[in-house]
């Protein structure tokens, strides 16, 4: 595992944060400050210049109703979102992916935050792998990944191979 810098540093002369609460009496009051520049671009290590975001939406190809709803999916994604790259619909594992999936690629924060919330509601039966570009894929996959729906287990150890760089 990697070693996690210090997310405060930068901070250390800053004013203590207020402990009061909004008025809804739970959440606590933050004072207004600078927009993060998170919203427009993606923090390092992330590496956007071939895209920032891979989208692995995976389904069980001998489940039939699973494998209608993922190419309805598939479909619906590239209606609703045609500036995003959508890959074809692989109906075996490949690569790192133990099951049938799709990909799709995101070139900003605001897709990427637009097509995870979307797939949130909309996944059906499906799994999403959701994992960044660093150049480092074993990481990506690793590390860095997260989950919408359950998780499956990857094949890791054909992302140590030198000649993969973006899966």
């Known amino acids: ?17 207020p402990t009061t609460k ?8 933050n004072p207004p400050g600078p927009r993060s520049a998170a919203y427009d671009d993606f923090p390092k290590p992330i590496d956007p210049s071939n895209n920032g975001f891979d989208f692995h939406i995976y389904y069980m190809p001998s489940a039939p109703t699973q494998a209608q709803y993922a190419k309805e999916l598939h479909e619906r994604i590239r209606r609703e979102f045609p500036e995003l790259r959508i890959y074809r619909l692989w109906d075996k594992a490949v690569g790192p992916h133990p099951t049938a999936m799709f990909e799709v690629n995101t070139f900003n924060p605001h897709q990427t935050g637009t097509l995870f919330s979307w797939l949130v509601v909309n996944r059906g039966p499906c799994d999403v792998l959701v994992h960044p570009n660093t150049g480092d894929p074993f990481r990506d996959h690793a590390e860095l990944a997260t989950w919408i729906g359950k998780s499956w287990p990857l094949q890791l150890e054909l992302l140590k191979r030198p000649h993969l760089t973006n899966t």
Do not use: T, V
């Open 22 to 29: 909004n008025p809804d009496g739970k959440s606590l009051y």
């Open 1 to 17: 595992m990697s070693q996690w810098p210090s997310l405060l540093a930068g901070y250390e002369a800053a004013e203590p944060l």
